[in-house]
């Protein structure tokens, strides 16, 4: 079955809508079971949890990523703080969960093609998974789109098209095509949030964090985790739900906004402007959702500015992970958050670090921060001592 938090409606488990009449997202309805331990991936270890057989697609070994405790940045924060690296996924984004997921739903509902609409990580996960399960595939890109990123999707061969008008817009227009042989799989379809909650799972399984601090775009990603973790406090594995943080970036900050202003719905922001790019969606079709999730377990909507993600972003990398800048406001937050006094000392505090680095440009007042000498001639022995 699937349901809507926000009006009650429920449809049927064969449908293949994805929003409410109301307009809001659906999602399944909690599902869980009991947890086989000694399988060793996080699919089968909680096959009963998801709302699948996961029989029919092709995997590329997605989740089971590492959970990293960090020494340096728990002194530094004077916190226990750890590190979900979603980095290491196979199109180095988190987004490959419910990617996985996705394409397994598309297939149960018997369709052959798949689309979605994404400037970057969603892209080049959907074109990947859905080639490798033989679907055709559809990108839809916001005319805003970087060569750079065009490579990363348009090497797994999907159709691609572009389009003016924001992401948000693009979203809109995926779900009222009037077209039902492509199932669009978006930041916000059911099945993705199924594919999400696995983060949960694989977390709780380690450690029970305080905090868990997650960037916050369409609100998928924080749906999913919080679903995750609900499931898990109902099957009795979990006591309390930990305080969930949404991180966005000040220049596209419409959940933190609405939060402040103590509104449950989301409002768009007019002009988006970060360098997080990944978290720049000015009309999140989660945020409604997020804000409900936020307000029933007492959870903290932050804002980051650019500098203080790019300082983040470096300070990570001194922890051995290179992400995206929009992973980077969770260690950014996290360092507010602890000014603010608002996350106490010896807190045990989770950062999901969602997609990698290598994804993104660097910008130049981050290269000019290299330790990078032009060498003298080909004197390599009067260059070092420069440096040491
Ligand atoms: C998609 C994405 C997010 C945000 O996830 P939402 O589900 O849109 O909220 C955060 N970081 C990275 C790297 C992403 O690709
Ligand atoms: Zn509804």
Redesign the pocket.
Same mark, same amino acid.
């Given at each position: 079955m699937l349901v /809507?938090?926000?009006?009650?409606?429920e449809y049927q488990t064969e449908t293949s809508q994805q929003? /409410?009449?109301?307009?809001?997202p659906?999602r399944f309805d909690y599902m869980f079971g009991k947890v086989h331990k000694e399988k060793d991936n996080v699919w089968t270890r909680y096959s009963e949890f998801f709302p699948f057989s996961f029989k029919k697609t092709r995997s590329l070994d997605e989740g089971n990523t590492p959970l990293i405790k960090s020494s340096n940045l728990s002194e530094k924060y004077q916190i226990e703080a750890y590190l979900k690296n979603e980095t290491v996924n196979p199109t180095w984004s988190f987004k490959d969960r419910g990617t996985h997921l996705s394409i397994l739903r598309a297939i149960d509902l018997g369709y052959e093609k798949i689309g979605t609409v994404s400037t970057g990580n969603m892209a080049a996960s959907v074109a990947s998974y859905g080639k490798k399960n033989s679907l055709d595939v559809l990108v839809l890109l916001s005319s805003k789109v970087t060569d750079k990123k065009i490579d990363q999707i348009g090497i797994y061969s999907p159709k691609m098209i572009v389009l003016d008008g924001d992401y948000g817009e693009l979203y809109y227009q995926s779900l009222s095509l009037k077209r039902d042989d492509i199932y669009f799989t978006n930041s916000n379809s059911p099945s993705r949030i199924e594919g999400y909650k696995s983060i949960a799972y694989e977390m709780i399984e380690e450690e029970t964090p305080d905090y868990i601090l997650i960037p916050t775009s369409s609100g998928g990603l924080f749906r999913g985790i919080a679903k995750g973790l609900i499931e898990l406090k109902k099957v009795g594995i979990l006591d309390e739900i930990p305080t969930l943080v949404s991180v966005q970036a000040e220049g596209c900050s419409p959940i933190k906004e609405a939060m402040e202003t103590g509104k449950d719905e989301v409002k768009k922001w007019e002009h988006p402007k970060t360098e997080a790019k990944a978290i720049a969606n000015p009309y999140p079709p989660g945020g409604n959702q997020v804000i409900k999730i936020l307000n029933r377990f007492d959870g903290i909507s932050e804002s980051v500015s650019d500098d203080e993600i790019i300082s983040a972003r470096q300070e990570l990398a001194h922890e051995g992970i290179f992400c995206q800048p929009a992973s980077a406001v969770t260690l950014a937050g996290l360092k507010k958050l602890r000014e603010k006094g608002i996350i106490e000392a010896n807190s045990k505090v989770f950062m999901i670090i969602t997609g990698s680095g290598l994804k993104s440009q660097l910008d130049n007042a981050e290269r000019n921060k290299f330790d990078l000498k032009k060498g003298k001639g080909k004197d390599l022995e009067s260059s070092l001592e420069e440096f040491f």
């Open positions: /809507c938090d926000s009006c009650g409606t929003l /409410c009449e109301c307009g809001e659906l």
